[in-house]
């Protein structure tokens, strides 16, 4: 029986964790982690079999290691392991949004009989803890691995198949690439929404409403400010170097557009707006790729209690499941919007169908 010893329980280990069970439901789980109540809701929740009681403890037998920490304290636990007897042939990898520090410092303090790789999901979200896992979070998103340039193919593929249960896409790439893609496409988005956050907050002592007038847009583009702070002070100081030269571009950015702004220069402001629309369009949202496939439909409906049940009511009834259901835009005295995700077209579809059926509701396609 393969043992799996997880290191950090939270959402991205509880959710590679649940993953792994369906797939392979005779491999041994074990988990720690630094907080006790996270290690117990993992036990109660099934994501691990058994609990560790030290890091020592759990690795030492593993045929896996799954550290699932934020990257500095990954860093601090290879270092641990480097001075632990483990399992020969072992592989360990981490899930880290960096890669360079944390690729480089397996390889000075992790011996010669074990193999490390390098792993990152790129798929998640801005809530934490076990709580928040899912056994289907990465399904198609890509799931990155930055394997040493002599590693053999053979242990890729073993680590590939213990992640099969994720049903992500599996992209091998350096560690240097990765930290500047992600860097433009998760890390510096970081920073605007903390940035957006931060500039309403400075304004609400003029503006008092500024808060509860926050419609779909803002909520939107600064959603991922409620991610967590350990782990983006993490990911920014292990990043510095790229994350310094994407500062440089967007202050030019900035100035560049300020200049449009300040000379009344439509037509390139339209310019701008119109090519970026173009390409943000252009995402694979539909397809497999790096942005998990959910199809959303809206229903304005009429902002009283127990509307959300009665709408979800109807559904079950159809036997139609539901992936995510929020309330996007909570408009005073009138209608509240509600944003709910499946994970077919067909399903939503169906729902569509189902709403109309049962009620007056307007319903929307995005
Ligand atoms: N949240 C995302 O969207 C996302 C996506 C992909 C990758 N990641 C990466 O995954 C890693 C974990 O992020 P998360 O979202 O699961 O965070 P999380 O806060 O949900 O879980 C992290 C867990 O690690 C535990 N932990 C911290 N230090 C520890 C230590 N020294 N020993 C044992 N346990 C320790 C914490 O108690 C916590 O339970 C981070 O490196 C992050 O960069 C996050
Ligand atoms: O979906 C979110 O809220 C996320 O922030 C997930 C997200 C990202 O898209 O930036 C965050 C960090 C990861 O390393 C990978 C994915």
Known sequence: MKKVFFIGLGLIGGSIALSIKKEYDDYEMIGYDIQDDQTKMAKALNVIDEVASSIKEGAEGADFIILSTPVEQTICILSELGKIK?????????????????????????????????????????????IAAKAHLFENAFYILTPNENESEENVNQLKALLKGTKAQFVVMNPEEHDYITGIISHFPHIIAASLVHQAEKNEDHFPLIKRMAAGGFRDITRIASGNPIMWRDILLHNKNIISKLFEQWIEEMKKLQKMVQEENGHEIYTYFHQAKTYRDGLPERQKGAIPSFYDLYVDVPDYPGVISEITGYLAKENISITNIQIIEAREEIYGVLRISFQSEHDRDQANQCIKKYTNYETFIQ
């Open 86 to 130: 483990l399992k020969t042939n072992a592989i360990i990898t981490d899930v880290g949004s960096t890669k360079k520090k944390i690729v480089e410092h397996a390889k000075r303090t992790l011996p010669n009989h074990v193999t490390f790789i390098g792993g990152h999901p790129m798929a998640g979200s801005h809530k934490s803890g076990v």
